[in-house]
C-alpha cells in the first residue's frame, strides 16, 4: 500500500527556534510534493510545493526534497505562535493520476512563546 | 466567492439516515475533487470531477457513497444508510485545472448518532 509517513507529534519549539517537520513515502516513482498547513477546525492551506531534489525556500519556509531517500522535510524559521497548526505533508504518487493526493496524518506543532 | 464553499459546515445523523452535502468551487475551476478526513488523520481522497464528468471514484468506501456534479459547477456528495464510521470531515476542494494549486473548502463535519 502507499503510504505518506509523518510524526504526529506534537513537536514544542520555542518561538524564534526553527521547526523542523518530517515525511517519507513509499513510492519510489513520486512525483509531486506538497506541504499543508491546517489550524484546528479549518481547511488544509497549501504553504510549499516541491518538485525536484534539492531545497526551495519561500520567506521563513525551506522544503527540502531527497528522492534517493524518499524523504521530505519542512523548516520553519523564526517560528511564531501562529505557526501552530498541524502540518500535512501531501504526495502525488505515481500511477494514482497526477490529480489524487495521498496525506500523512500530519504533525501537530506547537510554537511556545 | 472567493472560496471553495461547502455546506452544511455541521450535520448530526441519525445512523440509518440519509444525508446529502454540498460544495460550490472556485468560479471557473474544473476540477473537482472530494476527500474524507477522519479526527487525527489526514484527508483521504474519494472521489475526482473535471467538469461534470466523474473520472475517477476509486476512494469512495462503499456503494452507500454517490457524487454528482451535473452542470460541472455544484457537486453534491450523498451518503445513504450512514453508519457510525461514516463520522468524519468531507472535504471539498477545486482548481483550475487538473495540474494546478488546489483548494480545500472548510469542510462539512458530519457526526452519525
Known amino acids: 500500500q502507499k503510504e505518506v509517513e509523518q510524526n504526529s507529534g506534537p513537536l514544542s519549539v520555542p518561538e524564534g527556534a526553527i521547526a523542523s517537520l518530517n515525511c517519507t513515502y513509499s513510492d519510489r516513482g513520486s512525483q509531486s510534493f506538497f506541504w499543508y498547513r491546517q489550524y484546528s477546525g479549518k481547511s488544509p492551506e497549501l504553504i510549499m510545493s516541491i518538485y525536484s531534489n534539492g531545497d526551495k525556500e519561500d520567506g521563513r519556509f525551506t522544503a527540502q526534497l531527497n528522492k534517493a531517500s524518499q524523504y521530505v522535510s519542512l523548516l520553519i524559521r523564526d517560528s511564531q505562535p501562529s505557526d501552530s497548526a498541524t502540518y500535512l505533508c501531501?504526495?502525488?504518487?505515481?500511477?494514482?493520476?497526477?490529480?489524487?493526493?495521498?496525506f500523512g496524518k500530519g504533525t501537530k506543532l506547537s510554537v511556545i512563546p | 466567492g472567493a472560496g471553495v464553499s461547502q455546506s452544511p459546515r455541521y450535520k448530526v445523523a441519525k445512523r440509518g439516515q440519509d444525508v446529502a452535502l454540498r460544495c460550490d468551487p472556485i468560479?471557473?475551476?474544473?476540477?473537482l475533487f472530494w476527500y474524507q478526513q477522519a479526527l487525527g488523520q489526514g484527508p483521504e481522497f474519494l472521489t475526482y470531477?473535471?467538469?461534470?464528468?466523474?473520472?475517477?471514484k476509486s476512494g469512495l468506501p462503499s456503494d452507500r457513497f454517490f457524487a454528482e456534479r451535473p452542470e460541472g459547477s455544484v457537486s453534491t456528495l450523498k451518503i445513504q444508510r450512514t453508519q457510525q464510521e461514516d463520522s468524519a470531515v468531507y472535504l471539498c476542494?477545486?482548481?483550475?485545472?487538473?495540474?494546478?494549486?488546489?483548494?480545500f473548502g472548510e469542510g462539512s463535519w458530519l457526526t452519525v448518532v
Open positions: 501531501a504526495v502525488n504518487m505515481a500511477g494514482a493520476g497526477s490529480y489524487q493526493l495521498t
Open positions: 468560479s471557473g475551476h474544473v476540477s
Open positions: 476542494a477545486s482548481s483550475f485545472s487538473r495540474l494546478d494549486t488546489i483548494y
Open positions: 470531477f473535471q467538469n461534470e464528468a466523474q473520472l475517477d
